[in-house]
Protein backbone atom coordinates (compact mmCIF):
# COMPACT_ATOMS: atom_id res chain seq x y z
CA UNK A 1 0.00 0.00 0.00
CA UNK A 2 0.73 3.48 -0.94
CA UNK A 3 2.99 6.13 2.27
CA UNK A 4 1.09 8.83 2.51
CA UNK A 5 2.33 12.00 4.73
CA UNK A 6 -0.05 14.85 6.32
CA UNK A 7 1.81 17.70 7.66
CA UNK A 8 0.06 17.69 11.38
CA UNK A 9 -2.93 19.99 11.83
CA UNK A 10 -5.53 20.10 14.64
CA UNK A 11 -7.56 17.87 12.46
CA UNK A 12 -5.04 14.90 12.85
CA UNK A 13 -4.75 15.18 16.59
CA UNK A 14 -6.68 11.92 17.44
CA UNK A 15 -5.03 9.76 14.61
CA UNK A 16 -1.36 11.57 16.42
CA UNK A 17 -2.65 10.64 19.59
CA UNK A 18 -3.24 7.17 18.70
CA UNK A 19 -0.23 6.35 17.69
CA UNK A 20 1.48 7.67 20.31
CA UNK A 21 -0.69 6.17 22.68
CA UNK A 22 -0.39 2.43 20.92
CA UNK A 23 2.17 1.66 18.37
CA UNK A 24 4.89 5.01 18.13
CA UNK A 25 6.77 3.08 21.17
CA UNK A 26 5.64 -0.33 21.62
CA UNK A 27 9.38 -1.60 21.59
CA UNK A 28 10.50 1.31 23.87
CA UNK A 29 8.46 1.89 26.50
CA UNK A 30 10.58 3.88 28.41
CA UNK A 31 9.96 6.54 26.09
CA UNK A 32 6.51 6.22 25.89
CA UNK A 33 5.71 9.29 28.08
CA UNK A 34 8.10 12.10 25.86
CA UNK A 35 4.89 12.86 23.65
CA UNK A 36 7.92 14.37 21.48
CA UNK A 37 8.12 17.31 23.96
CA UNK A 38 11.71 16.48 24.92
CA UNK A 39 12.93 19.35 22.56
CA UNK A 40 10.33 21.95 23.60
CA UNK A 41 11.48 21.58 27.51
CA UNK A 42 15.31 21.98 28.49
CA UNK A 43 16.62 20.57 31.49
CA UNK A 44 16.13 20.12 34.44
CA UNK A 45 12.09 20.29 34.07
CA UNK A 46 11.80 17.29 31.76
CA UNK A 47 12.52 14.41 34.25
CA UNK A 48 10.26 16.10 36.38
CA UNK A 49 7.15 15.49 34.29
CA UNK A 50 4.60 12.67 33.75
CA UNK A 51 3.28 11.47 30.55
CA UNK A 52 0.29 12.19 30.96
CA UNK A 53 1.48 16.16 31.77
CA UNK A 54 3.17 15.50 28.36
CA UNK A 55 0.25 14.34 26.47
CA UNK A 56 -2.36 17.21 27.54
CA UNK A 57 0.22 19.20 26.53
CA UNK A 58 1.33 17.75 23.19
CA UNK A 59 -2.52 18.17 22.46
CA UNK A 60 -2.58 21.40 23.43
CA UNK A 61 0.50 22.54 20.77
CA UNK A 62 -1.17 20.50 18.39
CA UNK A 63 -4.36 22.64 18.84
CA UNK A 64 -2.52 25.80 18.64
CA UNK A 65 -0.58 24.38 15.56
CA UNK A 66 2.54 24.95 17.97
CA UNK A 67 4.17 21.53 17.74
CA UNK A 68 4.73 20.78 13.93
CA UNK A 69 5.51 17.87 11.94
CA UNK A 70 4.43 15.27 9.72
CA UNK A 71 2.33 12.04 9.89
CA UNK A 72 2.81 9.11 7.63
CA UNK A 73 0.26 6.90 6.57
CA UNK A 74 -0.61 3.47 5.21
CA UNK A 75 -4.02 2.70 4.70
CA UNK A 76 -5.57 5.24 6.49
CA UNK A 77 -3.42 3.51 10.02
CA UNK A 78 -0.84 6.13 11.41
CA UNK A 79 2.75 4.25 10.85
CA UNK A 80 5.24 7.51 11.42
CA UNK A 81 6.10 10.78 12.70
CA UNK A 82 8.91 13.30 11.95
CA UNK A 83 9.04 16.52 14.07
CA UNK A 84 10.45 19.42 11.99
CA UNK A 85 10.04 23.45 12.95
CA UNK A 86 12.18 26.07 12.80
CA UNK A 87 15.68 26.04 14.79
CA UNK A 88 14.45 28.81 17.01
CA UNK A 89 10.90 26.90 18.18
CA UNK A 90 12.91 24.15 19.96
CA UNK A 91 13.77 25.44 23.91
CA UNK A 92 16.38 22.55 24.48
CA UNK A 93 18.11 23.32 21.10
CA UNK A 94 18.37 26.65 21.87
CA UNK A 95 19.29 26.03 25.50
CA UNK A 96 22.01 24.31 24.66
CA UNK A 97 23.94 26.32 21.56
CA UNK A 98 27.16 25.55 22.30
CA UNK A 99 26.61 22.09 21.62
CA UNK A 100 23.59 22.59 18.92
CA UNK A 101 24.85 26.23 17.44
CA UNK A 102 22.59 29.36 17.86
CA UNK A 103 19.34 29.58 15.61
CA UNK A 104 20.99 32.43 13.43
CA UNK A 105 17.74 34.60 11.74
CA UNK A 106 19.83 35.41 8.47
CA UNK A 107 20.26 31.32 7.94
CA UNK A 108 16.46 30.07 8.33
CA UNK A 109 17.06 26.44 9.82
CA UNK A 110 14.67 23.92 10.18
CA UNK A 111 15.51 21.34 12.51
CA UNK A 112 14.41 17.68 12.05
CA UNK A 113 14.86 16.57 15.61
CA UNK A 114 12.92 13.04 15.32
CA UNK A 115 11.48 10.40 13.67
CA UNK A 116 9.16 8.00 15.02
CA UNK A 117 8.19 4.68 12.98
CA UNK A 118 5.95 2.49 13.69
CA UNK A 119 7.74 -1.78 14.35
CA UNK A 120 6.08 -2.82 11.99
CA UNK A 121 6.88 -0.51 9.09
CA UNK A 122 10.66 0.35 9.74
CA UNK A 123 13.41 0.10 7.05
CA UNK A 124 10.13 0.17 4.33
CA UNK A 125 11.04 4.14 3.05
CA UNK A 126 8.39 5.66 5.99
CA UNK A 127 11.37 8.27 6.88
CA UNK A 128 12.94 9.00 3.76
CA UNK A 129 8.85 10.22 2.81
CA UNK A 130 8.57 11.66 5.91
CA UNK A 131 12.13 13.68 5.05
CA UNK A 132 11.29 14.69 1.54
CA UNK A 133 7.96 16.14 2.66
CA UNK A 134 9.26 18.13 5.91
CA UNK A 135 12.21 19.82 3.30
CA UNK A 136 9.50 20.33 0.42
CA UNK A 137 7.40 22.51 3.51
CA UNK A 138 10.29 23.62 4.57
CA UNK A 139 11.35 25.65 1.06
CA UNK A 140 7.95 26.16 0.89
CA UNK A 141 8.48 28.66 4.09
CA UNK A 142 11.06 29.98 2.88
CA UNK A 143 13.74 27.97 4.51
CA UNK A 144 16.94 27.93 3.61
CA UNK A 145 18.32 24.75 5.36
CA UNK A 146 17.03 21.74 6.47
CA UNK A 147 19.35 20.64 9.66
CA UNK A 148 19.50 17.47 11.62
CA UNK A 149 21.19 15.56 14.16
CA UNK A 150 22.21 11.78 13.06
CA UNK A 151 23.46 9.73 16.75
CA UNK A 152 26.98 8.23 15.21
CA UNK A 153 26.94 5.09 16.81
CA UNK A 154 22.98 4.11 17.32
CA UNK A 155 22.75 0.63 19.09
CA UNK A 156 19.33 0.49 18.64
CA UNK A 157 16.21 1.48 16.69
CA UNK A 158 15.28 4.24 19.76
CA UNK A 159 19.11 5.42 19.90
CA UNK A 160 18.50 6.23 16.12
CA UNK A 161 15.27 8.38 16.64
CA UNK A 162 17.29 11.50 15.01
CA UNK A 163 16.92 9.33 11.65
CA UNK A 164 20.60 7.67 10.43
CA UNK A 165 23.28 9.41 8.57
CA UNK A 166 22.62 7.12 5.56
CA UNK A 167 19.12 8.58 5.17
CA UNK A 168 20.27 12.48 5.10
CA UNK A 169 22.89 11.82 2.53
CA UNK A 170 20.44 9.94 0.07
CA UNK A 171 18.31 13.09 0.57
CA UNK A 172 21.49 16.01 -0.30
CA UNK A 173 22.21 16.58 3.36
CA UNK A 174 26.40 17.01 3.91
CA UNK A 175 28.44 17.17 6.76
CA UNK A 176 27.87 20.72 8.39
CA UNK A 177 29.56 19.74 12.21
CA UNK A 178 30.74 16.98 13.97
CA UNK A 179 30.38 16.72 17.95
CA UNK A 180 31.39 13.92 20.42
CA UNK A 181 28.01 11.68 19.74
CA UNK A 182 26.09 13.41 16.82
CA UNK A 183 27.07 14.54 13.53
CA UNK A 184 24.96 18.07 12.27
CA UNK A 185 24.25 18.17 8.76
CA UNK A 186 22.56 20.52 6.22
CA UNK A 187 20.71 20.41 2.93
CA UNK A 188 20.02 23.44 1.07
CA UNK A 189 16.21 23.88 0.36
CA UNK A 190 16.50 27.13 -1.80
CA UNK A 191 16.44 25.09 -5.17
CA UNK A 192 13.38 22.99 -3.99
CA UNK A 193 11.56 26.33 -3.62
CA UNK A 194 8.47 26.42 -6.30
Not at 91 to 120: K, T
Not at 140 to 155: D, I, N, S, V
Request: proline share 6%.
Amino acid sequence: MEIEVHPLDPDRLQDWLAFFDREAFADNPEWAACYCLFYHTPDPDWEARSGAQNREEASARIRSVALRGFLAYRGGRPIGWCQADGKERFARLAAESEQWGAALAEERLLSVVCFVIAPDCRRQGVARRLLQAACRSGAAQGYHWAEAYPRKQALSAAQAYHGPLALYRREGFTMHRELEQFWIVRRDLRPLKP
